[in-house]
């Protein structure tokens, strides 16, 4: 949705929406967690735009080939929008790019973000995505401290595999270097962290039939 170098949140309603979505292979390790809004925000359903639109298609409108073709156009849109790019071609994203800095501008003072199903998962999950100016969160008490270090590993050889993580702290005293702005309503769910290792990935397919054509 945004080019580099300018940040968004992504979030999913479901933590399996974000496996997916993250598209991580098996023998993966996956950290996910909870986030909670402190105010209230206002998301635009992209899907919901699209059902709107076929409810104006009247078949004996003379304007029905107009309207078909704009809901068409809506249904291609939503689907350019949440789809994945090329593994190859970063390029893929800057027609929603485009898009999303469009809504994000004209509608940012009535917008928070934008929600839209995952075709990761077949339309089974819901993604949200905040505008850049919506996307800080508000610090943990982590943040403020003096960490020096931070050191990660699961361990195979107990019982059940664990996961172990230690934070090594300074003496000296620092200030903080992450601050939230006051525009942050966006806050983490304490004990909400899990990680997650990725047993097996399962693939969809529709079989797609082969018309060959010889002149």
């Known amino acids: ?13 479901e933590r399996d929406t974000c496996f997916s979505e993250v598209r991580a292979i098996t023998g993966d ?18 899907s919901k735009i699209h059902r709107l639109s076929q409810l104006t298609i009247d078949p004996f409108s003379e304007k029905f080939i107009d309207f078909a073709h704009k809901s068409e ?12 790019a090329s593994r190859n071609n970063s390029s893929d994203y800057l027609s929603t790019q485009v898009i999303f800095e469009y809504l994000s501008v004209k509608f940012g003072n009535k917008l928070s973000g934008l929600m839209f199903k995952s075709v990761q ?9 905040f505008f850049p100016e919506y996307s800080q969160v508000i610090p943990s008490e982590r943040c403020f401290k003096n960490v020096k270090s931070i050191d990660e590993y699961r361990s195979e050889h107990t019982e059940i ?26 806050e983490f769910v304490d004990g909400s962290l899990i990680v997650s290792e990725v047993k097996a990935v399962t693939t969809k397919t529709e079989e797609i039939p082969i018309v060959l054509s010889v002149r």
Not at 1 to 13: E, Q, V
Not at 29 to 38: D, R
Not at 173 to 185: D, I, M, V, W
């Open 1 to 13: 949705m945004t080019p580099t170098g300018i940040s968004s949140l992504y979030c999913a309603l």
């Open 29 to 46: 390790i996956v950290l996910s967690g909870a986030f909670k809004l402190t105010e209230e925000l206002h998301f635009l359903d992209l």
């Open 73 to 84: 156009f809506i249904k291609d849109l939503m689907f350019l929008m949440s789809k994945p």
């Open 121 to 129: 998962t077949g339309g089974e999950g819901t993604n949200v995505v």
């Open 161 to 186: 595999m664990t996961y172990f993580y230690s934070i090594e702290e300074s003496k000296e005293e620092t200030a903080s270097t992450y601050r939230s702005g006051p525009a942050a309503k966006i």
